[in-house]
């Protein structure tokens, strides 16, 4: 089974570049086995990207990474 790495950035408080940065690094990460369960945990179906996955629902971007 595929397993993913998921960082749960905040971007409500980042006004600019550096705040997101600072938010990226501060992200919690979580990880799923499976896409189902990732779909579970990020509320709905990520993007595909060149290296996993991404999506923004409210204000938390998701990115995961499968490792």
């Not at 749960?8 to 006004?15: F, L, M, Q, T, V």
């Not at 990880?31 to 996993?52: P, S």
Request: net charge positive; glycine share 8%.
């Amino acid at each position: 089974m595929t397993q993913y790495r998921v960082k749960k950035i905040d971007i409500s408080k980042a006004k600019n570049v550096d705040e997101y940065w600072e938010a990226v690094r501060k992200a919690t990460v979580h990880y799923c086995n499976g896409i189902d369960e990732l779909r579970a945990y990020c509320g709905g179906k990520l993007h595909r990207q060149r290296n996993g996955y991404a999506g923004i629902n409210g204000n938390i971007e998701y990115v995961a990474e499968r490792i």
